[in-house]
């Protein structure tokens, strides 16, 4: 027999939190058929968190005539005896069991999470829930023991369905990897379930690698002689079936269109529902149609990426009456490197139950993927440090040493993207490519620009170069184990090593002084701009020239001493070479008091490891040397680049002096569509967190659902949610926070899954990655103005270019965040929404006016009681029925 459990518990800790609910049940093994059951709620002597009764819908009063753990132990005990142990994410019931005295530890643990995230590759979420709703298995009164134990057994049955329904080379795979596993659980499964294995490791790999697809060539570039596009633009949208011409979407084609007929550079900000996408893809298809010139297209998220490369360009490749090319890359790291990737399996080694999981895993994906991105899986725990050992961004992966070069994605993606007229980017490997002076991409004389309002930031976080002291320590351990068979190199490397951990302690010790010195004694988040200031004796109290020379002398040495093996070896080095080269970089900027003239420098202390970063302090100047100089025509489109009217802001701030700015006109009826709605009677926004929930507790209430709230702390969504989920989840109504119980694809599913039931709440990180259409979005309310944190680093160094960084700065860049969330709100002719805005300074202060000015144009404004918007959507809702 199988014996699957559950625990409902008060918190996370097995230590100090407590057992409010044991569920067991008993089941064949070969049929799953349920033998017994056993369930009870437990007393825990203790007070139930608000927060874990709104996760689990058990309350104090629901358990205080309930038995305590003590008696029901002799129960839980026998049940479980000696049997297999089943369920979804097991190990946290089992350290909770543990410390109530019943140690499971060498049972056979059968763990459907780690089952499921071999054999359910591309689900973006591996909760009980979402799984049993793909699997159409019936779990009602989710988060209740029970219930969820009894869907646990039926998602085992599921998965054991699928391994028996997997092809013969895939069962091998996996299988073998299983047998290499010291887990008692994994060795179960394959045991019961897998033919066993004669393979050998070599074997292994080889048949991983011819199972890998190769990608065909889906779109060749066109040849012969290059003619006339055959249609305007209006034609063409005439002829896409379900698609019309609007006017504004034509009037912005034809501008860029001018913009490469005239090799001009254009600023565009083009509303939301306009069809800006094919405004200017089309235009740029005809222009490498008709000249054989790439454009590129740059993005300021892989997700938006992958969305024109999937969706869009493969629908006009399907119905433009010519034929083209296209492609997508990104960065080294997003692809996998199978060479390093068969190297991190090591023969010989027995697999732990983690890499055992992500190497079958990781094995399966490569025989399924064309494209061999990284992000097509998710990745849970320990299998995050596990990616830094298997992507591309090494020197063996394009080496012609390489056995396995013929089908190493990354190569393909570059050779694919050599030869295509339409090339699609993000700005993260764009501007790598900048750095490094051409490396990875080709000549970009024709760039177009989606989503450019943040390109200040998306510029500062590509051209980051950041380091762990600890990382450097890893590095000169993995590079002295290479060394092994080699005691004369390895002294050598040993004792230059000493020197450069001598150089790093001293500038080590010079920047945690001065963290601590800029840092509150109880922050624990310490993260400090070294200013002018760190250039005195009070921090610098050596010669840091010497210190400088000795770092690169050392480094130099090093490399030169590794440069004498062969090829194959050298490569196993450069990994960890690179580390070195990069804290030779970072030091040599962080020691130079001048660099903070082209350089921002922060510094960074988590417990005892200290992390050093940089970046450019003035993004535009950056651009303008080393892009916008070099570039025939360019295009900057988003539906929010001015601010009042005017380009000024993203101009200065991007160095766009020989850009022409255009203005595309919205198509909406935002005085029939929008509502602005300003409460003046919640008092000061610094001092009124109590009225701000009493609100929303009324206002939720009328709404019921297709609502988001976005504070800026966690600590506000955490106060919130503790306040008003119990007493909204008795109304019928969800409410999903971020970052509390949920992952973020289980979050956005149930809220679109139970809209007019459901309230999201979250801070503006949830509007960046979340998409939610056709009207199940109705009301935004925005508890804050979306200000820069003061004390970060970046933000101090650029208000320093400022005036009035405060005018000038901070408030451009809140009122763009603030139009993207409204721009979000209303996507359609027939969508309607209203914001709430809770924040007094937006009518109090005499810059408020900047907010309100900035919202688009006929939008009704109104400022009153937070009663009054309450009472009409009650009255509204009332005469509706």
Same mark, same amino acid.
């Given at each position: 027999m199988i014996v699957a459990l559950d625990l409902e518990t008060t918190g996370l800790d097995p230590q100090n939190d407590k057992i409010i609910e044991v569920a067991l049940v008993k089941f064949h093994p070969d049929t799953f058929e349920i033998i017994d059951t056993y369930s009870t709620l437990i007393n825990p002597g203790i007070h139930i968190p608000e927060l874990n009764s709104t996760i689990t819908n058990i309350f104090d009063t629901d358990v205080e005539d309930a038995p305590s753990w003590e008696q029901v132990y002799p129960t839980v005990s026998q049940f479980i005896w000696d049997c297999p142990i089943l369920w979804h994410n097991v190990y946290f019931d089992i350290d909770f069991l543990k410390a109530y005295n019943i140690d499971v530890s060498d049972h056979e643990i059968?763990?459907?999470?780690?089952?499921?995230?071999?054999?359910?590759?591309?689900?973006?979420?591996?909760?009980?829930? !979402?799984?049993?709703? $793909?699997?159409?298995?019936?779990?009602?009164?989710? !988060?209740r023991a029970l219930s969820d134990t009894i869907a646990s057994v039926r998602l085992y049955e599921a998965l054991v369905c699928k391994i028996h329904n997997l092809q013969t080379p895939i069962q091998e795979i996996i299988g073998y990897i299983f047998s290499r596993s010291d887990d008692l659980g994994l060795q179960y499964i394959y045991r019961t379930f897998f033919t066993k294995t004669t393979l050998h490791h070599g074997e292994w790999i080889q048949k991983v690698f011819d199972n890998i697809p190769v990608k065909s060539a889906a779109h060749e570039k066109h040849t012969g002689e290059v003619q006339e596009a055959p249609e305007a633009f209006e034609s063409l949208i005439w002829s896409f079936p379900g698609y019309s011409v609007r006017q504004n979407q034509t009037k912005m084609s034809d501008m860029v269109s001018t913009m490469f007929t005239s090799k001009q550079k254009y600023i565009i900000e083009a509303p939301t529902g306009i069809g800006k996408t094919f405004a200017y893809l089309i235009p740029s298809i005809i222009h490498a149609y008709t000249t054989w010139e790439q454009v590129y297209i740059s993005t300021s998220t892989k997700a938006l990426q992958d969305q024109l490369y999937f969706k869009d360009l493969s629908f006009l490749a399907q119905h433009l009456p010519y034929p083209f090319s296209y492609s997508k890359l990104k960065g080294r790291k997003n692809y996998i490197g199978i060479h390093e990737f068969f190297s991190f399996t090591k023969d010989g080694h027995i697999y732990s139950r983690h890499e055992a999981v992500f190497i079958a895993k990781v094995s399966y994906w490569l025989t399924q993927t064309l494209h061999g991105e990284l992000s097509e899986l998710d990745y849970y725990g320990q299998e995050f440090s596990f990616l830094w050992d298997i992507h591309a961004d090494t020197l063996s992966t394009n080496s012609k040493e390489n056995t396995y070069l013929s089908k190493e994605f990354f190569v393909h993606a570059? =050779?694919?993207?050599? @030869?295509?007229?339409?090339?699609?980017?993000?700005?993260?490997? /764009?501007?790598?490519?900048?750095?490094?002076?051409?490396?990875?991409?080709?000549?970009? =004389?024709?760039?177009?620009?989606?989503?450019?309002?943040?390109?200040?930031? $998306?510029?500062?976080?590509?051209?980051?170069?950041?380091? +762990?002291?600890?990382?450097?320590? =890893?590095?000169g351990h993995k590079i002295l184990q290479l060394l092994e068979k080699y005691p004369h190199e390895?002294?050598?490397?040993?004792?230059? /090593?000493? @020197?450069?951990?001598?150089?790093?302690?001293?500038?080590?010790?010079?920047?945690?002084?001065?963290?601590?010195?800029?840092?509150?004694?109880?922050?624990?988040?310490?993260?400090?701009?070294?200013? *002018?200031?760190?250039?005195?004796?009070?921090?610098?109290?050596? *010669?840091?020239?010497?210190?400088?020379?000795t770092l690169d002398a050392s480094i130099i040495d090093i490399i030169d001493i590794l440069g004498k093996f062969d090829d194959v070896l050298y490569l196993q080095f450069s990994r960890y070479l690179r580390v070195y080269e990069r804290l030779r970089e970072l030091y040599s900027v962080c020691l130079d008091p001048l660099s903070k003239e082209t350089f921002i420098v922060t510094a960074r202390m988590q417990e005892e490891d200290i992390f050093l970063e940089m970046s450019y302090l003035h993004p535009g100047k950056y651009l303008e040397t080393h892009l916008w100089n070099d570039l025939d025509t360019c295009l900057l489109t988003s539906a929010t680049l001015q601010i009042n009217e005017s380009f000024d802001y993203i101009k200065w701030l991007l160095s766009l002096e020989d850009f022409s700015g255009e203005v595309i006109s919205s198509e909406f009826d935002y005085s029939k569509q929008a509502l602005l709605y300003l409460p003046d009677d919640l008092w000061n926004i610094k001092y009124n967190f109590k009225q701000v929930v009493a609100f929303l507790d009324d206002f939720i209430s009328v709404v019921r659902g297709r609502c988001m709230v976005l504070f800026t702390s966690f600590n506000s969504i955490r106060e919130t949610f503790t306040s008003l989920g119990?007493?909204?989840?008795?109304?019928?109504?969800?409410?999903?926070?971020?970052?509390?119980?949920?992952?973020?694809? =289980?979050?956005?599913?149930?809220?679109?899954?139970?809209?007019?039931?459901?309230?999201?709440?979250?801070?503006?990180?949830?509007?960046?990655?979340?998409? #939610? &259409?056709?009207?199940?979005?109705?009301?935004?309310?925005?508890?804050?103005? &979306?200000?820069?944190? &003061? %004390?970060?680093?970046?933000?101090?160094?650029?208000?320093?270019?400022?005036?009035?960084?405060?005018?000038?700065?901070?408030?451009?860049?809140?009122?763009?965040?603030?139009?993207? +969330?409204?721009?979000?709100? #209303?996507? %359609?002719?027939? *969508? %309607?929404?209203?914001?709430i805005f809770l924040d007094d300074r937006i009518h109090t202060a005499e810059w408020g006016k900047m907010y309100t000015h900035s919202f688009p144009k006929w939008i009704k404004v109104r400022r009153g009681a937070a009663a009054e918007?309450?009472?009409?959507l009650w009255e509204t809702q009332k005469n509706s029925l």
């Amino acid at each position: 027999m199988i014996v699957a459990l559950d625990l409902e518990t008060t918190g996370l800790d097995p230590q100090n939190d407590k057992i409010i609910e044991v569920a067991l049940v008993k089941f064949h093994p070969d049929t799953f058929e349920i033998i017994d059951t056993y369930s009870t709620l437990i007393n825990p002597g203790i007070h139930i968190p608000e927060l874990n009764s709104t996760i689990t819908n058990i309350f104090d009063t629901d358990v205080e005539d309930a038995p305590s753990w003590e008696q029901v132990y002799p129960t839980v005990s026998q049940f479980i005896w000696d049997c297999p142990i089943l369920w979804h994410n097991v190990y946290f019931d089992i350290d909770f069991l543990k410390a109530y005295n019943i140690d499971v530890s060498d049972h056979e643990i059968i763990d459907t999470f780690m089952l499921s995230n071999v054999l359910m590759l591309y689900e973006k979420s591996l909760s009980l829930e !979402h799984l049993c709703k $793909v699997l159409q298995i019936e779990l009602t009164d989710a !988060h209740r023991a029970l219930s969820d134990t009894i869907a646990s057994v039926r998602l085992y049955e599921a998965l054991v369905c699928k391994i028996h329904n997997l092809q013969t080379p895939i069962q091998e795979i996996i299988g073998y990897i299983f047998s290499r596993s010291d887990d008692l659980g994994l060795q179960y499964i394959y045991r019961t379930f897998f033919t066993k294995t004669t393979l050998h490791h070599g074997e292994w790999i080889q048949k991983v690698f011819d199972n890998i697809p190769v990608k065909s060539a889906a779109h060749e570039k066109h040849t012969g002689e290059v003619q006339e596009a055959p249609e305007a633009f209006e034609s063409l949208i005439w002829s896409f079936p379900g698609y019309s011409v609007r006017q504004n979407q034509t009037k912005m084609s034809d501008m860029v269109s001018t913009m490469f007929t005239s090799k001009q550079k254009y600023i565009i900000e083009a509303p939301t529902g306009i069809g800006k996408t094919f405004a200017y893809l089309i235009p740029s298809i005809i222009h490498a149609y008709t000249t054989w010139e790439q454009v590129y297209i740059s993005t300021s998220t892989k997700a938006l990426q992958d969305q024109l490369y999937f969706k869009d360009l493969s629908f006009l490749a399907q119905h433009l009456p010519y034929p083209f090319s296209y492609s997508k890359l990104k960065g080294r790291k997003n692809y996998i490197g199978i060479h390093e990737f068969f190297s991190f399996t090591k023969d010989g080694h027995i697999y732990s139950r983690h890499e055992a999981v992500f190497i079958a895993k990781v094995s399966y994906w490569l025989t399924q993927t064309l494209h061999g991105e990284l992000s097509e899986l998710d990745y849970y725990g320990q299998e995050f440090s596990f990616l830094w050992d298997i992507h591309a961004d090494t020197l063996s992966t394009n080496s012609k040493e390489n056995t396995y070069l013929s089908k190493e994605f990354f190569v393909h993606a570059r =050779k694919d993207a050599k @030869t295509s007229d339409i090339v699609v980017v993000n700005n993260a490997i /764009l501007f790598q490519d900048i750095s490094q002076d051409g490396a990875i991409l080709w000549e970009v =004389k024709n760039l177009v620009f989606d989503e450019a309002h943040n390109l200040e930031d $998306v510029v500062t976080q590509a051209l980051k170069k950041s380091i +762990w002291i600890s990382e450097v320590d =890893k590095s000169g351990h993995k590079i002295l184990q290479l060394l092994e068979k080699y005691p004369h190199e390895r002294d050598q490397v040993e004792h230059i /090593l000493n @020197t450069i951990d001598l150089q790093i302690w001293l500038i080590e010790g010079s920047v945690r002084s001065y963290i601590l010195q800029k840092t509150p004694s109880e922050s624990k988040y310490r993260h400090v701009l070294i200013g *002018d200031d760190f250039f005195t004796p009070q921090y610098l109290d050596y *010669d840091v020239s010497i210190v400088r020379k000795t770092l690169d002398a050392s480094i130099i040495d090093i490399i030169d001493i590794l440069g004498k093996f062969d090829d194959v070896l050298y490569l196993q080095f450069s990994r960890y070479l690179r580390v070195y080269e990069r804290l030779r970089e970072l030091y040599s900027v962080c020691l130079d008091p001048l660099s903070k003239e082209t350089f921002i420098v922060t510094a960074r202390m988590q417990e005892e490891d200290i992390f050093l970063e940089m970046s450019y302090l003035h993004p535009g100047k950056y651009l303008e040397t080393h892009l916008w100089n070099d570039l025939d025509t360019c295009l900057l489109t988003s539906a929010t680049l001015q601010i009042n009217e005017s380009f000024d802001y993203i101009k200065w701030l991007l160095s766009l002096e020989d850009f022409s700015g255009e203005v595309i006109s919205s198509e909406f009826d935002y005085s029939k569509q929008a509502l602005l709605y300003l409460p003046d009677d919640l008092w000061n926004i610094k001092y009124n967190f109590k009225q701000v929930v009493a609100f929303l507790d009324d206002f939720i209430s009328v709404v019921r659902g297709r609502c988001m709230v976005l504070f800026t702390s966690f600590n506000s969504i955490r106060e919130t949610f503790t306040s008003l989920g119990p007493t909204m989840k008795k109304k019928g109504i969800n409410l999903y926070a971020q970052s509390i119980g949920w992952g973020k694809h =289980k979050f956005i599913e149930s809220f679109k899954d139970y809209a007019d039931t459901s309230v999201l709440i979250g801070t503006d990180t949830l509007w960046e990655w979340i998409d #939610i &259409p056709g009207g199940d979005l109705q009301y935004l309310v925005v508890h804050k103005i &979306p200000f820069m944190v &003061p %004390t970060d680093p970046y933000f101090q160094a650029r208000s320093k270019l400022f005036k009035d960084s405060f005018l000038e700065y901070s408030i451009p860049k809140s009122i763009i965040k603030l139009q993207q +969330w409204f721009g979000r709100l #209303i996507r %359609t002719k027939t *969508d %309607t929404g209203i914001i709430i805005f809770l924040d007094d300074r937006i009518h109090t202060a005499e810059w408020g006016k900047m907010y309100t000015h900035s919202f688009p144009k006929w939008i009704k404004v109104r400022r009153g009681a937070a009663a009054e918007i309450v009472r009409l959507l009650w009255e509204t809702q009332k005469n509706s029925l």
